[in-house]
């Protein structure tokens, strides 16, 4: 079946821009994770989702983070007035309920210019 | 605040050998542990998933422990092959499972 996809794989961005990240789940998964990896980083927790709340939003890096689940499904990660700090790949994975195996999108490569 | 640490950094080893990559977290109140295998340039693949209730899991060539008491998680891979070349992480599931924390990872190289 198909996997965890992410739109777009490359976004090039000016800073002070918007940009909005895509994460399609598997079908039927409950549970869906956000993380960064920056380059030479380690992967950093930004936010779960269990069905469309978030429980704990306290992992985003600042107040221009901000990401939303609709549907149980789709969810999309908005970074607002982009840094070029906010340069990461930018993981998704999803779960079939809380706690179990996480299966990760490809990322989006974000580049800030 | 939780931490997890991975070590050693990097291994280089000769096809063959049995290995044992380690990982360790700071508080013990975990919900689960994984290990991932993460190759460059592409995303990441879950190896093998751990519940607190749980002390080993096993797939193929891949052994993990955890020891929730001390800390401790390792993965033990046997007969290992160029293949098995890749970056590890192990992520620590907190109790409340709404926050994962992942380890540095341990970069493998098994030499042909």
């Known amino acids: 079946g198909a996997g965890v996809s992410q739109s777009p794989s490359n976004k090039v961005t000016e800073k002070g821009k918007d940009v909005e990240l895509r994460c399609d789940p598997i079908?039927?998964?409950?549970?869906l994770y956000w993380y960064r990896q920056s380059l030479g980083q380690g992967l950093e927790f930004l936010i779960y989702?269990?069905?469309?709340?978030?429980?704990?939003k306290s992992g985003l890096p600042s107040d221009r983070f901000s990401a939303e689940r609709t549907g149980g499904s789709v969810s999309t990660l908005t970074i607002q007035r982009t840094q070029q700090e906010d340069s990461a790949v930018y993981l998704c994975?999803?779960?079939?309920?809380?706690?179990?195996?996480?299966?990760f999108g490809p990322g989006t490569r974000l580049l800030v210019l | 605040k939780q931490e997890v640490t991975q070590i050693p950094a990097a291994l280089s080893v000769p096809e063959g050998e049995n290995l044992v990559l380690n990982c360790s977290f700071t508080d013990s109140a975990i919900y689960n542990l994984q290990w991932f295998r993460q190759d460059p340039g592409k995303g990441l693949t879950s190896l093998l998933l751990i519940q607190s209730s749980q002390r080993e899991q096993t797939s193929g060539r891949l052994n993990a422990s955890l020891d929730k008491s001390s800390g401790r998680s390792t993965l033990y891979i046997a007969a290992s092959q160029p293949g098995d070349s890749a970056t590890y992480l192990c992520a620590v599931g907190e109790t409340s499972y709404d926050k994962v924390i992942f380890g540095p990872g341990t970069s493998l190289s098994v030499i042909p």
């Open positions: 989702f269990q069905g469309n709340s978030a429980p704990d």
């Open positions: 079908s039927g998964h409950t549970a």
């Open positions: 994975a999803s779960s079939p309920g809380p706690g179990e195996t996480q299966y």
